[in-house]
């Protein structure tokens, strides 16, 4: 028989000889409150997205959050050519677009519609590694400010999920649009 979680919560708050301290939920709440955002935007190319984006983290920064920028296309201009895509020089900004557009459609049908949500994961990681505060005196790990990871620009719907799924209600997708 399967137990439903708030199941195991009354079980677990109603040991009575245990020396383990049980937390209410409240508390446990408030122990794994974290003090990240990792918010992502996506839109159409001539959108606006670098706009906002660089909005988003003015104010951020206003409010007192460490923010760190995380700029999809950079993966597809790094990874691409090592994994037989070649990347054309850049003329001009169309001509860009257009190169990243097809290197990035290049990598997803190659290793997966995710695979820049893998990467941008990675990176979020290594940010998260080089900022690790010491842990206090229950053991957790805490960072002494807020920290926000803007991810520009996502273009596909498994980017989203996998992302939602590894930071769950950290984890925000604005969506831009802009009429001409």
Do not use: W
């Amino acid at each position: 028989m399967i137990e439903s979680t708030s199941a195991k919560a009354i079980n677990v708050l109603s040991l009575e000889n245990s020396d383990e301290i049980i937390l209410s939920p409240s508390e446990q709440i408030q122990k794994r409150r974290t003090k990240e955002l990792v918010l992502a935007f996506c839109g159409p190319m001539g959108s606006g997205v670098s706009n906002v984006a660089r909005t988003f983290i003015e104010c951020l920064e206003e409010n007192d959050y460490t923010t760190h920028y995380v700029k999809v296309s950079k993966f597809i201009e790094e990874i691409a050519p090592k994994n037989g895509y070649r990347i054309k020089d850049f003329k001009d900004n169309r001509i860009r677009i257009e190169e990243l557009q097809n290197g990035g459609n290049y990598l997803r049908k190659k290793f997966g519609s995710d695979i820049l949500a893998q990467f941008t994961v990675r990176d979020i990681a290594f940010e998260r590694q080089k900022s690790i505060k010491p842990k206090n005196e229950e053991g957790i790990i805490r960072q002494s400010n807020r920290v926000a990871y803007i991810i520009e620009s996502l273009k596909h719907p498994e980017e989203v999920l996998l992302l939602r799924s590894v930071y769950g209600n950290m984890f925000y997708i604005v969506g831009v649009l802009c009429a001409h």
